[in-house]
T-cell receptor, first 108, second 114 residues
């Protein structure tokens, strides 16, 4: 079993849709949780960072963490074509582990 | 402020050669980590350095080595290159490198092995 599992997609939605991206992890030692966005031929860009169960909101983005079930979600409201990218979940503890990423396309 | 900068952006090598990749962290950041990202996969952790000391090492062979300089910049060295070393090599910096420090990435060096 991989430490971090993420549906690779690809996921295609119309502009304005609500997007739900999900991730599960196996190591209960993970203490903090990050979501990164990666555009083609670019490095990952930090989107959200949290280290507690519950929800954290930043603009159109909401990160949700459930430590009891080892489940992480990222919600994107009013999705835009500029949100088209690969989204990587990254739980961490002593070091960080990445999921394989979900490729998202938002169509105008 | 400048973000994490990496050089070169692209590199082509042949099997058996040696390569050195360079990274400058965000100003004020003291920790640098290196990752390998193969196409279609998430980044895989290679090394973390903090205050010039190695703090962590991923599951990579001894052909991979790194160091951090007094100005907190870093080099990743790979010897005896294999075709499977073809990947995007990412550098990330954080303020202290501790458990709760978010990492910020550069755009990477794309290494191709022929």
């Amino acid at each position: 079993q991989k430490e971090v599992e993420q549906d690779p997609g690809p996921l295609s939605v119309p502009e304005g849709a609500i997007v739900s991206l999900n991730c599960t992890y196996s190591n209960s030692a993970f203490q903090y949780f990050m979501w990164y966005r990666q555009y083609s031929r670019k490095g990952p860009e930090l989107l959200m960072y949290t280290y507690s169960s519950g929800n954290k909101e930043d603009g159109r983005f909401t990160a949700q963490v459930d430590k009891s079930s080892k489940y992480i979600s990222l919600f994107i409201r009013d999705s835009q074509p500029s949100d088209s990218a690969t989204y990587l979940c990254a739980p961490g503890g002593d070091d960080m582990r990445f999921g394989a990423g979900t490729r998202l396309t938002v169509k105008p | 402020d400048a973000g994490v900068t990496q050089s070169p952006t692209h590199l082509i090598k042949t099997r058996g050669q040696h390569v050195t990749l360079r990274c400058s962290p965000i100003s004020g950041h003291k920790s640098v980590s290196w990752y390998q990202q193969v196409l279609g996969q998430g980044p895989q952790f290679i090394f973390q350095y903090y205050e010039k000391e190695e703090r962590g090492r991923g599951n990579f062979p001894d052909r991979f080595s790194a160091r951090q300089f007094p100005n907190y910049s870093s080099e990743l060295n790979v010897n005896a290159l294999l075709l499977g070393d073809s990947a995007l090599y990412l550098c990330a910096s954080s303020f202290q490198g501790g458990d709760n420090q978010p990492q910020h990435f550069g755009d990477g060096t794309r290494l191709s092995i022929l």
